[in-house]
């Protein structure tokens, strides 16, 4: 079982930045493949990065490339999502998850794929 925290969300000027950060309270996420998702008014939860626990590789949607970048520090049990450049267009409620290392380690952008998630983050870009 894995509890997720995320935290740093927050109001931020268009071109700011932001750190999420995603920490497990209980469990380890040391063999989880982790992902950020987000999810705007209106809209449908939609992948933004994530992480393969096995090699460390990183997957990125094609809106928030060059931008946003995702790590984590498996010694502190945390998954980070540094934002940079932000945009009214990323305002939305972000959520971290973890996938179970039974479902393999290809990293997954369909929510589904994913086992266990936090409560969410409100982040707001303002023009």
């Known amino acids: 079982q894995v509890q997720l925290v995320e935290s740093g969300g927050g109001l931020v000027q268009a071109g700011g930045s932001l750190r999420l950060s995603c920490t497990a309270s209980?469990?380890?996420?040391?063999?989880?493949?982790m992902g950020w998702f987000r999810q705007a008014p209106g809209k449908e939860r939609e992948f933004v990065a994530g992480i393969s626990w096995s090699t460390g590789g990183t997957r990125y949607a094609d809106s928030v490339k060059g931008r946003f970048t995702i790590s984590r520090d498996n010694a502190k049990n945390t998954v980070y999502l540094q934002m940079s450049i932000l945009r009214p267009e990323d305002t939305a409620v972000y959520y971290c998850?973890?996938?179970?290392?039974?479902?393999?380690?290809?990293?997954?952008?369909?929510?589904?794929?994913?086992?266990?998630w936090g409560q969410g983050t409100q982040v707001t870009v303002s023009s």
């Open positions: 998850a973890a996938r179970s290392p039974l479902r393999g380690t290809q990293m997954r952008s369909d929510p589904l794929q994913y086992d266990y």
């Open positions: 209980e469990g380890t996420l040391s063999y989880y493949g």
